[in-house]
């Protein structure tokens, strides 16, 4: 069975810092891995996405310099640490795993990504 659990959301004041984990089962990571967001009446955005060998990265210009995301050595574990957060950056974030290598223009398009996690709400407020 394939299987995308996130974990680690919650509530954070703003400015804080919080690091989110992804535990992927049941398919090879072979492929980009990402992280995606969504508020009510928004669509998904693209918030950090990792390649298959791990050797390159993109982040959305928003979360530029305050979030890092990286997969553990096996690739089945992928992380989203994030820092300076504000009330903008709530929202419900998303793991996602696509079925191979991705073109740069696509990392940021849902469609590309096969496997979906059921999402973990991030509330940033004081």
């Known amino acids: 069975e394939v299987q995308l659990v996130e974990s680690g959301g919650g509530l954070v004041q703003p400015g804080g810092s919080m690091r989110l984990s992804c535990a992927a089962s049941g398919f090879t990571t072979s492929g980009h891995m990402g992280w995606f967001r969504q508020t009510p009446g928004k669509e998904r955005e693209g918030v950090a996405v990792?390649?298959?060998?791990?050797?390159?990265?993109y982040y959305a210009d928003s979360v530029k310099g305050r979030f890092t995301i990286s997969r553990d050595g096996t690739k089945s574990i992928l992380f989203l640490e994030m820092s300076g957060l504000q009330p903008e950056d709530t929202a419900i974030y998303y793991c996602?795993?696509?079925?191979?290598?991705?073109?740069?223009?696509?990392?940021?398009?849902?469609?590309?990504?096969?496997?979906w996690g059921q999402g973990t709400q991030v509330t940033v407020s004081s």
């Open positions: 990792i390649s298959a060998a791990s050797e390159k990265t």
């Open positions: 996602a795993a696509a079925r191979g290598t991705l073109f740069i223009g696509d990392v940021f398009r849902p469609e590309r990504f096969r496997y």
